[in-house]
């Protein structure tokens, strides 16, 4: 501040006595005064004043001159700092080839000859780096933003607090891929005279993988419909580009997509949730990046409707409970098939009174078993009724991916039991001797405490689990494989979960759990621990047991893993752009150990711990940011040229003698761009720093002039 | 030595005069807990026929013999096979085991105690279901018509009685088992009342069923299986159809609307596999 030279200024102020209307009036008469006297001389053909009239009249102009007050006020001036806002673009594309160096030279250039110019503030503002949003900074950094390149937010961040008339102009590094360059123009005339500094070279050339159109829902074991259109940009490359499809647990497909038209994809979701489909045009001999020939589909498969066929043995007081959880999910199709009566039972009552809709059985376990989501054998032992060659077909649809609920009676020990059917090498429970008849708490286990089907059930605290109400009958049985979630007398498993290939079955040793729902020493959770199981077994993504996650949030990424034993190896995050780093979890207790990261970066992020990998998916399917990546003065040159300035070409500055650009202070109204040099604007804006007045008609000086005047007037007169 | 150990008899006596009754006492509840316990893992073991004990002996045996009979009839047509049958006090016995409460209603009731009427509204809330049966009443003059019986009215104060109409003619109740036009009993039955409108949490189990059939004078049964009473105004067909009536409430109440969704399964079975 104090190398800048202060300007002083001089002026001339009057501070009249006389309210302006009474002013006026006297100025008004003052003038007719004249005019009469004027005429006056003109009728008498000859100049010929009264005697002491000039005196007179020059009286009475020096008394209206003293009434106005007339001062001299000088003004001390300080010139205020014009600012210039330099928009550094570190977008992903910035980092291409040699646009981050010519980036770095251009800033410094800049910096170097703003800093000669003493009266000029250089405001420098770096645009999506890593780590940052568009601001630079975290709390820039919405979601939507991410992927774009925001510069002009930023540059008017960057002037906010800087008067219009203190703007010097605004400079941009860029690549030219900025994507709010404002239609109103109007934005130019606040950033003032607009340079664009090119980083790229002009030959550049680019293929990219466009997602046309992708369904963010689909139907489970339906194929959805991806059209995706490969292009390369600005000539072709070639004719027809290997496009490779890779998802989670398949090889991949190798699809030979046409240049430059839609391709249509059948994608097939093959499990709950999130389907993630990667793609990956081939690199063309030419190539900016290959971040745009790679994207990322993902749908979400969702069931149609789910499908549950429960078998009961017989009518019994429990068998209410499973017809009400099924019955009360709107998205369940339930089918029930019970026995009412057997073919040893007598009934002499004609057909027509009895009550008979025929039971298609061989459609049902035969032709349709294989679409059944869940099958729930509810107290069933072996009648003749079911062939085992349906009970056969049970079993390998369970194998194929199916899902078996067994609900245990009291005869799971007896030779009628469905353990000895063929359906009992599916079941996890082996029966060990008769039924225990005697009260018993169920107990949730270590385990099952880590197990999404009963975690939480039993309240935060191991020591103290909630009191549910007992149940008073269990089998007496060992699981041979499984996961023991609860337990029930001496210690014996009451809920088995197993995994059978891509089925699941889970066992319930007792059938008690009606004891909850009729309300039996206050009961217990049946509702939500069925609804759980029923869910788990139906391969509800969030009840996965053994998993690893990421929930993505705008750019934050929580990985959880839900495991049954306690881990501790790291997860490996690797960004899109094939950075790795390693993520410690921190255990939060039920099975699941959490991190919360945040992505600098749009795209596909793998985060794996060696065994489970989870893919989160950032931002748009087709960012914005890669869509292309040449660079281009198109997209500026309007703005540029409504406020001014000028698009340079870095390279080309390069090439010429002198080798940069210059920086030259215009003055407002003036060209702000020429041959080699870059126009800001010199304002010469100040702020006053002291004042001081000096009266030229001083009162005592005003009356003594006015009574010599008056006195000269009067001896004139008399003379 | 002798002085001194009949100092100590002294003393034990007195010791034991002072913790006996305590003792006594803990003993007694810890058998009392056993015995509770014994009835609930029995009574939880399987189906029970129960009926609510009225403290008239002549309807209590009637009620019995008639749920006996009842027993034995599904025992012997369907695959359900009661374990036998339970007179439950309502002011004392868990009512939880129990999917079905029949309940004669004679010609005087004692109102409910606070204990029995929570029970019951336990009851009635988590699924159970009662009928009420105003048969003896009817026949005894007592009662003015079927559900406007002052004894019932009595004996349902505080209640959580749900709204009733009669009986549609597609109800469940009609086809759970045997295809039923009317529901006899021992009487015809005038008027058969069911819970109006449908609590999904139930599966179309009605709360309260109210009728006047007699219905456990008509299934009653001595020990050798011969019925105990006269049907009105009579017939063998009358009491079959009393039996079917029996056999119907009972598969109704485990199974709920089990026959009546049964005519969409050709339907989601069309829908499989399109």
Not at chain 1, 147 to 164: I, K, M, N, W, Y
Not at chain 1, 226 to 231: A, G, H, N, S, Y
Not at chain 2, 38 to 58: F, R
């Amino acid at each position: 501040m104090t190398s800048v030279p202060e300007v002083d200024s001089l002026t001339l102020a009057f501070a009249p006595h006389l309210p302006g209307p009474v002013a006026a009036i006297c100025l008004i008469a003052a003038g007719l005064a004249l005019v009469a006297l004027a005429w006056a001389t003109v009728s008498a053909g000859r100049f010929q004043p009264p005697r002491g009239g000039l005196w007179r009249l020059g009286g009475l102009a020096l008394f209206g001159l003293a009434l106005a007050q007339p001062s001299l006020i000088r003004e001390r001036r300080e010139p205020v700092k014009d600012v210039v806002a330099v928009v550094v673009d570190r977008s992903p594309s910035q980092s291409l080839g040699e646009r981050t160096l010519r980036t770095d030279q251009a800033l410094a250039g800049l910096r170097e000859r703003a800093a000669r110019f003493a009266d000029l503030e250089l405001r420098v503002v770096e645009v999506g780096g890593p780590g940052g949003g568009p601001q630079g900074g975290p709390q820039g950094g919405s979601a939507e933003g991410l992927g774009e390149t925001r510069l002009f937010q930023a540059a008017e961040r960057a002037l906010a607090d800087v008067p219009r008339r203190r703007v010097a102009g605004t400079v941009l590094i860029t690549d030219g891929q900025v994507h709010d360059v404002p239609a109103d123009m109007a934005v130019a005339a606040r950033l003032g005279p607009v340079h664009a500094l090119l980083t790229g070279t002009h030959d550049e050339a680019d293929r990219r993988l466009t997602v046309v159109q992708a369904p963010s829902f689909g139907l489970l074991g339906k194929p959805v419909i991806v059209t995706v259109l490969i292009d390369d940009l600005p000539v072709a490359q070639a004719e027809t580009v290997p496009l490779v499809l890779r998802r989670a647990g398949q090889s991949p497909l190798t699809f030979h997509v046409p240049r430059g038209r839609a391709f249509r994809l059948d994608l097939q979701l093959d499990h709950p949730g999130q389907n993630v489909f990667e793609l990956e045009a081939a690199a063309a001999p030419r190539e900016l990046t290959l971040a745009n020939n790679r994207a990322v589909v993902v749908v979400n498969a969702v069931r149609d409707r789910l499908r549950v066929l429960l078998v009961s043995g017989e009518p019994h007081n429990g068998g209410r409970t499973w017809r009400n959880l099924l019955k009360s999910d709107p998205s369940v199709d339930l089918v029930h098939f019970t026995i009412l009566r057997s073919i040893e039972k007598l009934d002499a009552t004609p057909t027509r009174e009895l009550s008979l809709i025929a039971f298609p059985i061989r459609e049902l376990f035969e032709t349709k078993l294989g679409e059944f989501d869940l099958i729930v054998f509810d107290r069933f032992r072996r009648r003749a009724i079911l062939p085992t060659a349906y009970l056969n077909n049970i079993v390998r649809h369970v194998q194929r991916g199916g899902a078996l609920l067994e609900v245990s009676g009291p005869d799971y020990h007896e030779p009628l039991s469905l353990f000895h059917s063929p359906l009992g090498e599916l079941l996890p429970a082996e029966p060990l001797g008769p039924t225990f008849h005697h009260p018993f708490r169920p107990q949730v286990t270590a385990v099952g405490r880590r197990h999404p089907v009963t975690a939480g059930l039993a309240g935060p605290d191991p020591a103290h689990p909630v009191a549910w109400g007992r149940w008073l009958h269990q089998n007496d049985v060992g699981a041979r494989r499984g996961v023991v979630a609860m337990t029930g007398l001496n210690e014996r498993p009451l809920l088995i979960l197993d995994r059978l290939g891509k089925g699941r079955v889970a066992q319930l040793t007792s059938d008690q759990v009606w004891l909850w729902s009729r309300g039996f020493e206050g009961g217990g959770p049946h509702a939500e621990l069925l609804r759980r199981l029923a869910h788990w077994l139906l391969k509800e993504p969030e009840l996965e047991e053994n998993d690893l996650r990421v929930k993505v949030d705008g750019r934050r990424l929580l990985i959880e893993r839900r495991s049954l034993e306690p881990e501790t190896k790291p997860v490996t995050w690797t960004t899109p752009a094939g950075v790795t780093s390693s993520i410690m979890l921190a255990e939060s207790g039920e099975g699941s150990a959490q991190a919360l990261v945040t992505a600098a970066e749009p795209g596909v992020h793998r985060f794996s711990d060696g065994e489970r990998t989870a893919l989160a998916v950032v931002d748009a399917i087709n960012p914005p940011e890669w869509a292309d990546v040449r660079t281009t003065a198109e997209r500026l040159a309007p703005l540029v040229a409504a406020s001014g300035g000028a698009v340079v070409w870095l390279v080309d500055a390069a090439a010429q003698p002198g080798g940069g650009l210059d920086l030259r202070r215009v003055a407002p109204g003036r060209a702000a761009a020429g041959f080699g040099w870059l126009g800001l604007r010199a304002n010469g804006d100040y702020v006053v720093s002291g004042q001081s007045e000096t009266p030229l008609l001083p009162p005592w000086l005003a009356t003594g002039l006015l009574l010599g005047m008056l006195f000269a007037g009067w001896r004139r007169e008399g003379k | 030595m002798i002085r001194r150990s009949f100092l100590c008899i002294v003393a034990g006596m007195a010791a034991g005069a002072v913790f006996a009754p305590s003792l006594l006492w803990r003993q007694s509840a810890a058998v009392a807990a056993e015995a509770r316990d014994d009835w609930a893992v029995k009574a939880s073991g399987g189906l029970w026929l129960a009926y609510v004990i009225t403290g008239d002996p002549a309807l209590d045996e009637t009620s019995r013999a008639g749920l006996e009979g009842l027993r034995q009839t599904l025992a012997r047509r369907t695959v359900t096979e009661p374990l036998g049958v339970l007179g439950l006090d309502p002011e004392r016995d868990d009512l939880a085991f129990f999917p079905l409460l029949y309940w004669p209603v004679g010609p005087v009731s004692a109102p409910l105690g606070p204990a029995a009427r929570s029970r019951l509204n336990t009851f009635i809330s988590r699924g159970g279901t009662i009928i009420f049966d105003t048969g003896v009443a009817t026949a005894t003059g007592t009662g003015a018509g079927t559900t406007g019986s002052g004894a019932l009215r009595s004996l349902t104060q505080g209640l959580n009685i749900p709204p009733l109409m009669p009986i549609p003619t597609d109800h469940v109740l009609s086809k759970a088992f045997y295809l039923l036009r009317e529901f006899p009993g021992r009487q015809p039955t005038s008027e058969l009342w069911v819970e109006a409108g449908d609590d999904p949490g139930r599966d179309g189990v009605s709360a309260v069923i109210i009728g006047d059939g007699d219905w456990a004078a008509a299934w009653a049964v001595d020990d050798t299986g011969t019925p105990l009473h006269a049907v009105i105004p009579g017939g063998e067909r009358q009491r079959e159809m009393a039996y079917r009536f029996g056999v119907n409430l009972v598969i109704y109440a485990l199974t709920g609307n089990y026959k009546a969704d049964q005519v969409h399964v050709p339907a989601i079975l069309e829908r499989l596999g399109q």
